[in-house]
């Protein structure tokens, strides 16, 4: 398995932005397709946002156009820039990866999760 570590949660107003981070520790980083998926209390997890290692992408239809997802190969890093945040976002978000993972779906391999609050 993949060892997923996320950063960059945390509270922020209505309208704000946050970036989240994902490092992976292995080397084949490079050949998963990876994701960052979200629960909300008393919610299934569901799909934000993916990207294969050739930087192809999808996005749940409530994250497009604020949300941004980036990886950076060299750095086994995988990058989530939230904008315009609303408390409908608040949820703990969860890097993905590893064996299995596609743009429709989770591989094996999954972060501790980081929380994001949206309140004013």
């Known amino acids: 398995q993949v060892q997923l570590v996320e950063s960059g949660g945390g509270l922020v107003q209505p309208g704000g932005s946050l970036r989240l981070s994902c490092a992976a520790s292995a080397s084949i980083f490079s050949m998963y397709v990876m994701g960052w998926y979200r629960q909300a209390p008393g919610k299934q997890r569901e799909l934000v946002a993916a990207i294969t290692s050739g930087g192809s992408t999808v996005y749940a239809g409530s994250m497009k156009g604020r949300f941004t997802i980036s990886r950076d190969n060299a750095r086994n890093t995988v990058y989530l820039q939230m904008n315009d945040l609303g408390p409908e976002d608040t949820a703990v978000y969860y890097c993905?990866?590893?064996?299995?993972?596609?743009?429709w779906g989770p591989g094996d391999s999954w972060g501790q999760g980081t929380q994001v609050t949206v309140s004013s």
């Open positions: 993905n990866g590893g064996r299995g993972a596609s743009l």
